[in-house]
């Protein structure tokens, strides 16, 4: 298998030797400098780069094409049309033409728009992301996409990322400029998204309505072993999950997504996959396909992919690793320490950039990792916290302490300081020391945003990222580019910079109470659920933020707002529907069906001359009884709580409502119902239970 991958890697992309192969010359010319300078798309070069797509996708079985975008639901969307034509007397010739490849329409009015759709025409348009290649799935040819409305405000993810990437470019270039650096074109930011999941079996998942409809338990009590040994930690993959991940690695490589490494996680049935870097707009669209396949091919493979947050309380939920980077278009990482002072000072200046970002923008970044699913995860002690903050590692702090009070650090080093900028230094770059329970973590030559949820599109956290990274290069730019003497100006941004933003700074252990209090004193900001990190998006500062950078506009930022408190109220919403009806049509009639078993019995022992005791049939049945008594008034509360909802005085009060008031119930009622699991007999208990589906692959 393995001396196949150079073969089958990319195969079904139509990527940059596909197209140098199949596009005159001249043609291809045109397209690769619109990929990179991002100019227009002439027609005529459309048309011939479209007919040369349509005939390598039908040698390779494609009869279909279609536009996918990522609107805001946060999975992607398509549209499949046929490359037939009608041709005359009956007839049919394949044919797709430049627009047809440039420019779709698309009826909008299905997505969620926030309002938007109010506003503006209900119809959308897509337009071909020509910086991510079309490729081919299930015998289409896919198109990425970027989705707008016809007043061209950005209905997905897609269009604000790449305006963001475009304003982090524009800074960062600003900043090599000031350098002296000529040669480099183009910054991008690069990123890597490591993806946790789960594998339960399918038809266990499939006798879980709660995994079905709403990708967690919403009941369950402890298994009696969980993670505790650890043992499922990098263990040995079984048979069955090594099918899959063979699989899945396979279908990925041919559509050019870079799988690399894959490994058992923490909790048991929970793995990961790691996928090589590459730059944020086709790492988000591999991203979606990672999670797309995943779920197809788990499905053909008998199993379910679990892609929640939390899909089961009391073990580890699921992350997604983003770790990103700065690479200028020759492939030099700005967050490589290097080899000279010189290039530690760029170095530098562009770590307190990231510094400064975090410690301004906490609010934003936890915004930009806030759900339902999320909620159960963030700081549930396995997982960062909400607490925004950031891990360097000893020796850069060090660096920055010297630097901050002047002191001469490296008389302690073997390493020598030259003097050769200012006091900017050369440092040793052993990064070997990690926290795992940072939540914004320096890994040596790019951070680690490790608060981004399992589910979630990573659009939105890079979306941020790059939007707040770009402000403060814009910032240090602004200064700099007036500086008379630049390296001690230089020098003086990063000392004050360091100075004023070090308190996002923190290497303890992120998990425990203590750092709770600290980062209080700190003032950093503890944004505990969804509801409370929303508003943050709607701040004066956000919207400032990402209008000067052209990112969203206002109207962007009202109606996506919108879309997202939504989303949170619907999801507890489906929850709470999903729990009342498994307890209604299936909990309590197995405990009533349990207990008639019991009274059954305890007729027979008093039909044979009462000597026989029914002092344990008594006992489960009052302990089933009064337990089930709780449920029911629980239940009840929860059915009148959702009738409740429906008076809504703006999405911030339904939301809450909803935090405090059903899902509060829900847990409530959980307890019940947890309990009753342990006392029912097993062959009545209508759910697989926790020990069963997290060994049901075996
Ligand atoms: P971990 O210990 O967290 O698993 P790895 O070194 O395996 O760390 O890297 C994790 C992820 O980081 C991978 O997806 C990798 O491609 C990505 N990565 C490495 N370098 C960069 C970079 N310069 N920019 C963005 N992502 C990167
Ligand atoms: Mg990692």
Redo the contacts with the bound molecule.
């Keep these: 298998m393995m001396e196949k991958v150079p073969e089958i890697f990319g195969s079904m992309v139509f990527n940059e030797s596909v197209m140098r192969d199949k596009l005159p010359k001249e043609i291809y010319n045109a397209l690769k400098k619109t990929m990179s300078q991002g100019t227009q798309l002439e027609l005529d070069v459309a048309n011939v780069v479209a007919a040369a797509m349509k005939d390598w996708a039908v040698e390779k079985g494609a009869n279909h094409f279609t536009h996918w975008f990522q609107p805001m639901t946060g999975i992607t969307a398509e549209k499949h049309d046929c490359f037939i034509t009608p041709a005359g007397e009956g007839k049919v010739i394949m044919e797709f033409s430049g627009k047809e490849l440039v420019r779709g329409e698309s009826d909008a009015s299905s997505f969620p728009s926030g309002g938007l759709r109010a506003t503006f025409e209900a119809r959308g348009y897509t337009v071909w992301d020509i910086t991510s290649y079309a490729f081919i799935k299930n015998n289409t040819l896919y198109i990425p996409t970027a989705f707008c409305s016809y007043s061209g405000e950005a209905l997905d993810k897609k269009t604000p990322l790449l305006r963001s990437m475009e304003t982090l470019d524009k800074q960062a270039m600003r900043i090599l400029k000031l350098f002296g650096n000529t040669s480099t074109k183009r910054v991008v930011a690069?990123?890597?998204?490591?993806q946790e999941y789960f594998l339960v079996d399918k038809e266990v998942y499939l006798s879980r309505p709660d995994l079905v409809l709403t990708g967690r338990t919403l009941i369950g009590s402890r298994p009696p072993k969980g993670q505790e040994l650890g043992d499922h930690y990098f263990g040995s993959i079984k048979p069955r999950v090594s099918a899959f991940m063979n699989e899945l690695e396979v279908e990925l490589w041919k559509l050019g997504v870079y799988a690399k490494?894959k490994h058992n996680e923490s909790a048991p049935a929970q793995h990961e996959l790691?996928?090589?870097?590459t730059t944020t707009n086709i790492a988000t669209d591999h991203n979606q396909l990672i999670m797309e396949l995943m779920k197809s091919v788990a499905n053909k493979h008998n199993m379910a992919c679990l892609l929640h947050e939390k899909p089961f309380e009391g073990v580890n939920g699921s992350g997604k690793?983003n770790?990103?980077?700065l690479?200028t278009d020759s492939g030099v990482?700005l967050f490589e320490p290097g080899e000279t002072p010189y290039e530690n000072a760029q170095f530098l200046l562009f770590l307190v950039a990231v510094i400064k970002a975090v410690d301004d923008y906490q609010d934003l970044l936890r915004f930009s990792v806030a759900n339902a699913g999320n909620d159960h995860r963030l700081g549930a002690n396995e997982a960062p916290p909400a607490i925004v903050s950031m891990f360097l590692g000893q020796e850069l702090v060090e660096v920055l302490e010297a630097l901050e009070s002047g002191l001469d650090y490296f008389n302690n080093y073997e390493h020598q300081m030259e003097l050769g900028v200012t006091v900017l230094p050369n440092f040793p770059k052993d990064t070997t020391d990690r926290n795992r329970t940072s939540p914004f973590a320096f890994?040596g030559?790019?951070f680690?945003f490790r608060m981004v949820g399992s589910t979630f599109s990573i659009a939105e956290p890079n979306i941020v990222l790059n939007t707040v990274a770009a402000e403060v290069l814009r910032q240090f730019a602004d200064q700099l580019e007036e500086s008379e003497d630049f390296n001690s100006d230089l020098a003086a941004i990063i000392k004050k910079t360091y100075s004023e933003h070090k308190r996002i700074i923190f290497d303890g252990n992120n998990y425990s109470t203590e750092w709770v209090e600290e980062a209080l004193d700190r003032g950093l900001s503890n944004l505990h659920t969804t509801v409370e990190a929303l508003p943050a998006f709607v701040s004066e500062k956000s919207i400032d933020v990402f209008t000067r950078h052209n990112v969203f506009t206002k109207t962007e930022i009202l109606s996506r707002y919108e879309i997202l408190m939504e989303s949170y109220c619907k999801t507890i919403h489906i929850e709470a529907l999903t729990l009342v009806d498994m307890v209604k049509a299936q909990i309590i009639p197995a405990c009533i069906d349990y207990q008639l078993e019991l009274g059954k019995l305890m007729e027979l022992k008093k039909s044979v001359g009462g000597k026989l005791s029914v002092y344990l049939e008594l006992q489960l049945m009052e302990n089933i009884s009064s337990l089930s008594e709780g449920m029911l008034e629980k239940l009840n509360q929860l059915e009148d709580a959702i009738l409740n909802s429906k008076d809504p005085r703006d999405t911030l009060a339904q939301s809450r409502f909803y935090r405090n008031e059903i899902l509060l119930v829900m847990e409530e009622l959980r307890y019940y119902v947890d309990e009753l699991e342990t006392l029912v007999a097993r062959k009545h208990w209508p759910f697989p239970t926790y020990a069963q589906i997290l060994n049901s692959i075996i």
């Design positions: 690069t990123v890597g998204a490591e490494t790691a996928p090589i870097f690793h770790n990103w980077s690479a990482n890994t030559n790019k680690e």
